[in-house]
């Protein structure tokens, strides 16, 4: 019973690298929102856009960057054409900044800082059209085990750059791609840019975790919620963009709970995701039958697959527990799960109730937590599984 690594994910690169608001699946009313500001004159120089993994926030931030900075928009769209818009879109705008998580790699080997990674960012967020999640950021600068941050440089480094004059005289805008990530020196810096902007100047802060933010932050932005993706809007996205039948279009779009990134991802790699499915299903057997020394193999082999992929098969856990409560409310049939996961589900469902629920919830959110926090994976994950033997026990 040893996890095996998942395959790589691949994108699908086929269709044209346009940034534009109609490149952007589904989120039609913040697309309207946010072209109304444009066109009212009352874009807020402090926006955050917070939502969940693959909901389209970078691809929201850039056709509406895009969209102040183009002559020629149009009631609904930046032109696509104008010298700005292609520039917009090679992402090499003088007046749009970037600040993204970073770690140190073979090629930074100390004090890593967005803009020591900016050819990188570029080809990365080009090639997946703006649908970008951290792990496959981290996964594409290849920082092995590292988690990604935002430091004090970054800060520095972008205070500087605001404050010189915009190059086509028009707005500044700049990106902060997981906010989430600044520590908190970075957060304070920033705040003084936040609460004295440099006139002109549009900051697009995007996160994930408004719980992981500074709350000054929070109170210093307009606050843009971008909703996960509807399901009949990433339907036909994989049908048009990755030539998916309709019935297979269907299917991903279900599981994926209005994450593009996701829904991508079990469709061009299906393993991929049915990895953390017979993972997790060969690790609650081995927890039902009380097998300790099988766990702690188990265990000590989780390290191979890397910290990203630890969490989201924690991840993937907590979503199972929380699918049993539907089962045992017999609420089945809401359950977004392809057919073998939900026969798995069902049957682990029973052993899921009033008594354990909170704490196996727990259990796993605080694993999560310390795979975060660089804690030694093979013994998180056996002090885990020998506390998930005895609550699976209770009735
Ligand atoms: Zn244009």
Redesign the pocket.
Known sequence: MVPTLPPNISMNTAWRPDMQFKDVIGQSAVKQRLIQSVRENHVSHAQLFLGPAGSGKLPLALAYA?YIL????TETD?????P??QKMQKLVHPDLHFVVPTATTKKIKSNPESDLFMEEWREYVIENKGYVDTSSWYTFLDVENKQGYMSVRDAASLLRKLSMKSYEGEYKIAIIWMAEKMRVDTANKLLKLLEEPPEKTVFLLIAEDGEELLATIKSRTALVKIPAIETNALEKALVERLSCQPNQAHDAAMISEGNWITACHSVQDSEEHKYFFTTFQQWMRLCFRAAYSELIDFSNNIKTIGREKQKELLEYGLRIVRNSLLFNNNLAEIVMLPNDEKVFNSKFAPFVNPANLAQIAELLEEAMRQIERNGYAPLIFTDVSFKMVGLLKKK
């Open positions: 895009q183009c002559p020629n928009r930046s032109c696509g054409v104008c700005t818009c």
